[in-house]
């Protein structure tokens, strides 16, 4: 299973970078495939990975879509009818995870969208 960790707080960049760093390190038994982290204002967001849908980088996390970045652990079983849904209104993918998928949901209604996965 994947793990997560972020941060929020006033910190400076490099004080947040190397936090989530560290912390990202810690929880590194938890996902042996890969790692990313995020760096925003006032945020860090840190993932390891443990490939499982999507085994391309495209399915590397943090994710970032537009304004939206989001580091998930979960799973959306009806990912692939919502992925449909979505490429019919324009969305264009660049890998096969959930996440992608919860990203663009986001992007196209909302918090609407976090409502129609179905999922843990």
Known sequence: MCGICGLYGLQSFDDLDRIIRRMSQTIAHRGPDGEGTFVGEGIALGHRRLSIIDLS???AQPMTLGAATVAYN????NFP????ELEALGHVFRGHSDTEVLLHAYEAWGLGGLERLEGK
Request: no cysteine; hydrophobic share 20%; glycine share 18%.
């Open 74 to 77: 979960g799973e959306s079983y």
């Open 81 to 84: 009818q919502l992925r449909s």
């Open 57 to 59: 980088s495209a399915g």
